[in-house]
């Protein structure tokens, strides 16, 4: 680690010179606590008696070797303020803790394990031209040893194959896994950490970590995980008032605590900033993964996310920095944000006056298709331009449209139960809706439990409701949506998102009818969709598709071999001179492929 690039808010390895180290002499702890008047490091291995440290670098830090310090013992810094006081703080740069509600780090070695993903990392790209399909996992909640155990999860290594056949089969190539970061409480969802270089000892070690993803590779599978990088958990032995000042924090309360009633990251601060990038690198560095999704960017734009407290204009500089340091040590990781304000250009790259990531999740997408799909089939005419907006504004960033975890909790509703109607009405509304979001131009994200059409709401205390499957109708959905995202992968016309020629509303004018028309382009074949979202059969539908072309039908949502009303391999369309012509059920979708004669 370069002191001087620490200090600047310029390093991104502070990892390997804090933490506990493990060498052939012992265990080496080094921590930062600039305004503690001394520190000490307790464990299993001094019967939890003070083993006092050595200040260094002016007394700003602090080291120590401790022969008999081994792997798996738990410790903690004693860190002793101003005025002689202590408290005992977890490692702000430990590589494991304890499982909660223990509060302990643990030494963990991250060296030693052999990837063999180097073919994977060599061929592996942004995916800016190709498929993104991504499967938005919960580990402790995708499936359970046993609900009623609180801490009845499988471990990265006993889900790790199962999770892999799944995801290949039904046609997701990239996992997102929600943030790994130790946190006390499982109702955070990982969002309020307390460990940010401990992969949360829930599920296993550091090395089943890197395990699991060495796996995801070797079948051809990307994985990202989701990085908080604007606050932390309150917890006074975490990173809290670490060295009995607010070292991590913003000195005023008034913009040190935010919405979630976490502390806010002072971006201002060269040593924060070579923590919470470290953080990042660590992860894409040390665990292979493909990249991180980035949590709540919005509140690090504008002062606690608010728009007229004005820009934080440090945190921005820190934003472009971080991602230009990220992207330059990691060219093909993908560095996507969770950003909920309009602020312009954050998928620009910095050189251009951009932010730097690769994509931004398009909240607005999200919002104003669940919404129409909510309203009832009457008001559908007058919402009909809901679902044309968003290509209004799509080409100003990389988009990707998420159908996330946010959207199945808190009283919102799963897709699925979002639909308008009763139960038997909302599943081929659910199925065009599906295909609707495949046909928009945007990488996908679809959160566990949607691909069956789940109708409980997600709870982080239990599994997935797998027995839903011996129902036809959720059975049928989830092969459904499986077709559905191979037809996703194989067609080129469907990756091309951010290129404005590959993407034309063939219809957005049958208003009253509720009928639009999407086409994607490729040299190889166009993609055409026809969707009703009307409740009522649309007779003799005519769409334009040019001279010389023929259409054959990849995909009909109506079909019977999905709970549907049109009986397999009948549905009924035709070309006449430069038109195709159906009929269209209601709620439904028709996926056809466009080659010239």
Same mark, same amino acid.
């Given at each position: 680690m370069d002191i001087r690039n620490f200090y600047n808010g310029d390093e991104f390895a502070a990892y390997e010179y804090f933490g506990a180290h493990l060498s052939d002499k012992g265990t080496v702890f080094r921590t930062y606590a600039p305004n503690a008047s001394a520190a000490a490091v307790i464990g299993d291995f001094s019967g939890w008696e003070d083993i006092p440290m050595k200040p260094v670098c002016d007394g700003r830090m602090y080291e120590i070797t401790v022969p008999e310090a081994k792997e798996g013992m738990r410790y903690k810094y004693r860190i002793y303020d101003s005025n002689g006081n202590f408290i005992d703080h977890c490692d702000p740069y430990g590589f494991g803790m304890e499982v909660r509600p223990g509060t302990c780090s643990v030494i963990r070695s991250i060296e030693g394990f052999e990837f063999t993903d180097g073919e994977w990392l060599r061929e592996r790209s942004d995916c800016r031209d190709k498929a993104l399909n991504i499967y938005e996992v919960h580990l402790g909640s995708w499936k359970r040893r046993s609900d009623e155990d609180e801490n009845g999860w499988y471990g990265y290594l006993e889900i790790a194959d199962e999770l892999i056949d799944?995801?290949?089969?039904?046609?997701?190539?990239?996992?997102?896994?929600?943030?790994?970061?130790?946190?006390?409480?499982?109702?955070?969802?990982?969002?309020?950490?307390?460990?940010?270089?401990?992969?949360?000892?829930?599920?296993?070690?550091?090395?089943?970590?890197?395990?699991?993803?060495?796996?995801?590779?070797?079948?051809?599978?990307?994985?990202?995980?989701?990085?908080?990088?604007?606050?932390?958990?309150?917890?006074?032995?975490?990173?809290?008032?670490?060295?009995?000042?607010?070292?991590?924090? $913003?000195?005023?309360?008034?913009?040190? $605590?935010?919405?979630?009633?976490?502390?806010?990251?002072?971006?201002?601060?060269?040593?924060v900033r070579s923590f919470i990038q470290s953080a990042a690198d660590y992860w894409l560095s040390v665990y292979h993964f493909d990249g991180l999704r980035m949590d709540a960017i919005r509140n690090m734009i504008y002062w606690n996310g608010d728009e007229r407290r004005g820009e934080n204009k440090n945190a921005i500089k820190f934003i472009k920095s971080m991602n230009c340091g990220l992207k330059a040590r990691h060219s093909t990781a993908i560095i996507a944000a969770e950003d909920s304000s309009s602020y312009p250009n954050v998928t620009a790259p910095v050189f251009a006056g951009g932010l730097g990531f690769d994509y931004k999740w398009d909240l607005g997408w999200m919002h104003d298709t669940l919404e $129409?799909?909510?309203?009832?089939?009457? $008001?559908?005419?007058?919402?009909?331009? /809901?679902?044309?907006?968003?290509?209004?504004?799509?080409?100003?960033?990389?988009?990707?449209?998420?159908?996330?975890?946010?959207?199945?909790?808190?009283?919102?509703?799963?897709?699925?139960?979002?639909?308008?109607?009763?139960?038997?009405?909302?599943?081929?509304?659910?199925?065009?809706?599906?295909?609707?979001?495949?046909?928009?131009?945007?990488?996908?994200?679809?959160?566990?439990?949607?691909?069956?059409?789940?109708?409980?709401?997600?709870?982080?205390?239990?599994?997935?409701?797998?027995?839903?499957?011996?129902?036809?109708?959720?059975?049928?959905?989830?092969?459904?949506?499986? /077709?559905?995202?191979?037809?996703?992968?194989?067609?080129?016309?469907?990756?091309?998102?951010?290129?404005?020629?590959?993407?034309?509303?063939?219809?957005?004018?049958?208003?009253?009818?509720?009928?639009?028309?999407?086409?994607?382009?490729?040299?190889?074949?166009?993609?055409?969709?026809?969707?009703?979202?009307?409740?009522?059969?649309?007779?003799?539908?005519?769409?334009?598709?040019?001279?010389?072309?023929?259409?054959?039908?990849?995909?009909?949502?109506?079909?019977?071999?999905?709970?549907?009303?049109?009986?397999?391999?009948?549905?009924?369309?035709?070309?006449?001179?430069?038109?195709?012509?159906?009929?269209?059920?209601?709620?439904?979708?028709?996926?056809?492929?466009?080659?010239?004669k």
């Amino acid at each position: 680690m370069d002191i001087r690039n620490f200090y600047n808010g310029d390093e991104f390895a502070a990892y390997e010179y804090f933490g506990a180290h493990l060498s052939d002499k012992g265990t080496v702890f080094r921590t930062y606590a600039p305004n503690a008047s001394a520190a000490a490091v307790i464990g299993d291995f001094s019967g939890w008696e003070d083993i006092p440290m050595k200040p260094v670098c002016d007394g700003r830090m602090y080291e120590i070797t401790v022969p008999e310090a081994k792997e798996g013992m738990r410790y903690k810094y004693r860190i002793y303020d101003s005025n002689g006081n202590f408290i005992d703080h977890c490692d702000p740069y430990g590589f494991g803790m304890e499982v909660r509600p223990g509060t302990c780090s643990v030494i963990r070695s991250i060296e030693g394990f052999e990837f063999t993903d180097g073919e994977w990392l060599r061929e592996r790209s942004d995916c800016r031209d190709k498929a993104l399909n991504i499967y938005e996992v919960h580990l402790g909640s995708w499936k359970r040893r046993s609900d009623e155990d609180e801490n009845g999860w499988y471990g990265y290594l006993e889900i790790a194959d199962e999770l892999i056949d799944y995801v290949c089969e039904f046609g997701y190539n990239y996992i997102e896994l929600m943030p790994l970061s130790e946190h006390p409480c499982d109702e955070s969802w990982g969002y309020q950490c307390t460990g940010f270089f401990a992969p949360t000892s829930r599920y296993g070690t550091p090395k089943d970590l890197m395990e699991f993803v060495n796996k995801c590779h070797e079948r051809g599978i990307g994985v990202i995980v989701d990085f908080v990088p604007v606050h932390f958990a309150v917890d006074h032995y975490a990173l809290t008032e670490y060295d009995g000042t607010k070292l991590y924090e $913003y000195p005023s309360d008034d913009i040190g $605590y935010n919405e979630w009633g976490s502390r806010n990251f002072n971006h201002s601060k060269g040593e924060v900033r070579s923590f919470i990038q470290s953080a990042a690198d660590y992860w894409l560095s040390v665990y292979h993964f493909d990249g991180l999704r980035m949590d709540a960017i919005r509140n690090m734009i504008y002062w606690n996310g608010d728009e007229r407290r004005g820009e934080n204009k440090n945190a921005i500089k820190f934003i472009k920095s971080m991602n230009c340091g990220l992207k330059a040590r990691h060219s093909t990781a993908i560095i996507a944000a969770e950003d909920s304000s309009s602020y312009p250009n954050v998928t620009a790259p910095v050189f251009a006056g951009g932010l730097g990531f690769d994509y931004k999740w398009d909240l607005g997408w999200m919002h104003d298709t669940l919404e $129409y799909f909510q309203s009832a089939p009457m $008001y559908r005419s007058r919402d009909y331009h /809901k679902l044309t907006f968003s290509m209004l504004y799509f080409f100003n960033e990389k988009f990707i449209l998420p159908l996330s975890h946010d959207e199945v909790v808190h009283g919102k509703a799963t897709v699925a139960q979002k639909m308008n109607g009763q139960y038997e009405v909302k599943f081929p509304q659910a199925r065009a809706l599906y295909m609707y979001m495949i046909m928009h131009s945007g990488k996908k994200l679809n959160f566990m439990g949607s691909e069956f059409a789940q109708l409980r709401e997600w709870d982080e205390k239990r599994q997935q409701d797998w027995d839903m499957l011996k129902y036809p109708m959720h059975d049928s959905f989830r092969e459904y949506i499986k /077709k559905l995202n191979h037809i996703y992968l194989k067609y080129n016309a469907l990756h091309y998102d951010y290129d404005p020629t590959n993407f034309e509303w063939a219809d957005c004018n049958s208003i009253e009818r509720c009928v639009y028309a999407v086409r994607r382009k490729a040299s190889e074949g166009d993609i055409l969709a026809v969707f009703n979202f009307s409740d009522w059969c649309q007779f003799d539908y005519s769409v334009n598709i040019g001279e010389g072309y023929t259409a054959d039908l990849l995909l009909d949502s109506d079909d019977q071999l999905y709970s549907g009303r049109t009986p397999d391999g009948q549905t009924r369309f035709s070309c006449e001179k430069e038109k195709l012509i159906m009929e269209i059920p209601p709620f439904s979708g028709r996926m056809f492929l466009l080659t010239k004669k």
